[in-house]
């Protein structure tokens, strides 16, 4: 009896929470439809359209349902007279069957370490010495250069997976336990070209890391995207890898050093780079295809500054087909990001509708792009191609990963202090008798893995709406990509809906108001506006 008397006080204050968010939305979440919502997400992580992978049936499929949907709904096309803006990629995939060998010691590929290239090359080869340069760091603005004193020309390097801050207790330095870029796997690959080197192997630890070695694994033996620049791509770093913990242990250990005790020297300013005495030897045998994935975008033209665009996105593509258990599956990505994908053309909806009595002053902007999932490629492409001046798009906003269940009392926010963005959100969320939540992992360097980080660095202040997990905590355990990101009709959709309401009404204000939201704090982002002269 207890339990049940406890269960009913649960759904009822579910049921609760969910009516006082009804209460609370404004015209646009009163008219969005779930069930147009529901169709969308079914359609697209239907197993029909097998995982939405980049270069599939699938993409074709999923290309064909989003450009369907947005002449139905009476958009124009973005691109000129075309909804779609090809994306030239090059599909890269090593034969698997290879080794490492550091030293004396022998490591296996996808247990012991993961290793690729984004070089168009059909071999490459390392046969070098290996060095370890702490967090493969050069941040001037701390006063941080781990490659200080050290030539890593045509080497290997060594480097930790996050930043200083993250394991240092102290708040003030770096960022604390949030992740600075310095700390994103893609930051310490760039810098190693930069410094010359050949390979790079990042020793994976969950913590800092944010996820657990399975998806290391999983997206480092299997084809990866990525574009194509006039060189090739040589100026890249030529091995792009990973190492698991117990085997970086080894690595030391071989050298005669102490694994835990050369993490804590590198979180020290005083650190120098260490030679580990050991020749790394490595050959990525490649297979490579040139072929263009797509983006999709469809535009409501503004009745005044129709060269002004807010720009609303979410990414496309999940991950294809991959095993589990031995047994081929489709990972199907409904949360992610399937329901992204159908927040857009529900809201492009509403918007659609609306403007036919109260046009909407600037140009709104609802995109789907290709490959996040293997680098942000799209949004990259994208970001760097827009259909109009970078200059000119006022926001990028992003949804990746909606919350599919109840109602919340508040909404998270990735990143502080970056972007005016932040009052729009702030506001909204007030309104809706909700608080603004800072990002509950911040050491897992959300902000920089999405989409809308492509758009930040062209200087197009942009804003990251995702829910991956929040309000399950069994998702990321058990169906972060993997087979169990599926669809369920158990969803209550309570918090799809203030979420939509909330992105809605940000849309609509800044198609309206004139404003142009500027980067707060110091960055890149802020530099590259304006550089753009905005």
């Known amino acids: 009896m207890v339990k049940k008397l406890i269960a009913g006080a649960v759904l009822l204050s579910s049921s609760m929470a969910v ?63 075309s909804y779609i803006q090809n994306v030239p990629l090059a599909r890269i995939l090593a034969d698997q069957d290879f080794s490492l060998k550091m030293g004396d010691l022998t490591f296996e590929n996808g247990s012991e370490f993961v290793a690729r290239t984004q070089r168009i090359s059909e071999t490459v080869k390392i046969n070098n010495d290996v060095v370890f340069v702490g967090y493969g760091i050069n941040a001037p603005e701390y006063d941080w250069n781990d490659y200080e004193g050290v030539d890593v020309k045509d080497k290997t390097v060594i480097v930790l997976v996050n930043d200083p801050g993250f394991s240092s207790g102290k708040p003030d330095f770096f960022t604390g336990n949030a992740m600075t870029y310095y700390g994103r796997w893609t930051y310490k690959y760039e810098e190693a070209a930069r410094q010359g080197a050949k390979a790079v192997f990042i020793v994976h630890e969950t913590m800092p890391a944010g996820y657990g070695w399975g998806v290391v694994q999983a997206g480092g033996t299997t084809a990866k995207f990525t574009l194509v620049d006039d060189n090739k791509n040589q100026s ?34 005083d650190f120098e780079a260490v030679d580990l005495k050991q020749t790394a030897q490595l050959t990525l045998n490649n297979t490579i295809e040139h072929k263009e994935s797509r983006n999709v975008a469809a535009i409501l033209p503004g009745s005044e500054s129709p060269d002004e665009w807010v720009a609303l996105h979410a990414h496309w593509d999940a991950l294809g087909k991959g095993m589990e258990n031995g047994k081929e599956v489709v990972l199907n990505g409904a949360v992610d990001n399937a329901s992204g994908t159908a927040g857009v053309l529900e809201l492009a909806r509403v918007f659609k509708s609306q403007a036919k009595e109260n046009p909407y002053k600037r140009t709104m902007m609802f995109g789907a792009f290709t490959a996040e999932e293997t680098g942000l490629i799209g949004a990259k ?21 909606m919350n599919v269940n109840d109602a919340t009392d508040y909404t998270l926010q990735y990143g502080d202090n970056v972007s005016e963005l932040e009052d729009y959100v702030e506001k ?32 197009i202040p942009s804003y990251l709406f995702m829910s991956l997990g929040d309000t399950d905590p069994q998702f990321i355990a058990n169906r972060y990509h993997k087979s169990g990101d599926d669809y369920f009709e158990s969803w209550t959709l309570g918090g799809v809906k203030q979420d939509l309401d909330l992105i809605g009404q940000i849309m609509a204000e800044l198609a309206n108001n004139g404003d142009w ?6 960055s890149e982002f802020k530099d590259a506006r304006k550089a753009s002269g905005r």
């Open 517 to 522: 939201p500027k980067w707060t704090g110091d």
């Open 428 to 459: 909204v969320s007030k309104s809706q008798g909700r608080t603004v939540k800072p990002d509950p992992r911040p050491q897992n360097g959300l902000f920089f893995r999405s989409d809308h980080f492509a758009a930040a660095r062209e200087g």
């Open 236 to 269: 890249q770093v030529g091995v792009m890898g990973w190492m698991h913990l117990r085997a970086a242990q080894k690595v030391f250990e071989a050298a005669g050093l102490n694994y835990r005790e050369m993490k804590k020297a590198a979180g020290q300013r």
């Open 381 to 401: 492409h994208f970001a760097q191609n827009p259909p109009i001046p970078a200059k000119d798009i006022v926001a990028f906003l992003n949804i990746d990963g």
């Open 19 to 81: 009516n006082a968010a009804e209460n609370t939305l404004s015209e646009i979440g009163q008219s969005l439809n779930l069930d147009n919502f529901r169709e969308d997400v079914k359609t697209l992580a239907s197993d029909e359209f097998e995982g939405r992978a980049p270069l599939s049936a699938g993409e074709d499929k999923t290309i064909d349902y989003l450009v369907k949907q947005f002449k139905e709904i009476g958009l124009k096309p973005a691109f000129g007279d």
